[in-house]
């Protein structure tokens, strides 16, 4: 049986070089995306509420001083909009080209999108087609479609949760992934993750990714010198292997990273099953 080696990216900042809320929704609703998320941020620090419910909350209040009612087909409708860093929507068939060829024996990719946006409009955008799974916020529609109450939050911590049922194969949301399971059962071992984010709000991830032998990349936008800086401290506190601008086209810096990564990966792969033919082999008396 083939291995599973994931790839899970964060999405805005990573794949994209803006948030998704500011290429679909907020110029939908006639908000400008500094002054929101600056809003979003104030309310934050006074009362002490959560980011992204917060961002969720006011997204629903400033589309109804509008008279704009928000709705999953909207979200979706929008998608189109977003532009991507060069070279991502080419990317994952091309990857997936690569480790077939040169790994296939030992292994096949799966790519998962974690991200603390909004699943209606991942689940709508061209690229959504090459992920084997998209983990994001969800709102409560109401009986006319309406959008009226977050449903699932996912924020930087929470994040952790759908790496556990990556790695554990319950990816239902429904499903308990508490009780116990020896490693050696779980689907993706984190040893064949490799979580691809863009700053602190991927912390958590890359924490539990790295701790438990796996791997981790930060990218920054081309030119942007304070991303680049974030990602330097990323690669100083240990946090990510690789650091990158997003650029995600063939011969790029980055993908040659991706490309080592998952050919190292395979190579433990390769190793474990020799390690353990040679056991099985050796092991009668
Ligand atoms: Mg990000």
Known sequence: MKSTI???????????????QEYTILPEIGVKPNSFWKEVND????????????????????AAEKDIPVTAARFR??????????GVPAFFKAINRYSAKTNGRLSALK?????????EILVG????????????????????????????????????QYIFRINKGKEDPS?????????????????????????????????????????????????DTRGYRTCKELLKAGRVDFIAEAD????SQLVKYIKLIIDTMSAE??????LAAHKAKNSSR
Request: hydrophobic share 35%.
């Open 111 to 119: 790519h998962y999108i974690i991200s603390g946006g909004l699943k």
């Open 125 to 160: 955008t061209s690229i959504a087609k090459n992920f084997n799974n998209i983990f994001a916020c969800e709102y409560y529609y109401d009986e006319y479609g309406k959008a009226v109450f977050p449903k699932v939050v996912v924020n930087s911590t929470m994040k952790t």
């Open 6 to 20: 994931a790839l899970i990216y964060d999405f805005d900042g990573t794949l994209t070089p803006g948030s998704m």
């Open 175 to 223: 499903e308990s992934i508490n009780e116990h399971m020896d490693e050696n059962k779980r689907p993706v071992p984190f040893k064949n993750m490799l979580y691809i984010g863009d700053g602190m709000t991927d912390v958590p991830s890359m924490a539990v990714i790295k701790k438990n032998g796996g791997r981790a990349i930060a990218v920054y936008k081309p030119k």
């Open 43 to 62: 309310e934050v620090k006074k009362t002490g509420a959560e980011s992204v419910m917060t961002y969720m909350r006011l997204t629903l209040k400033k």
């Open 269 to 274: 792969i390769k190793y474990s099953e020799e």
């Open 77 to 86: 409708s929008q998608a189109g909009k977003i532009r991507y860093f060069k």
């Open 248 to 251: 995600y086209r063939e011969g």
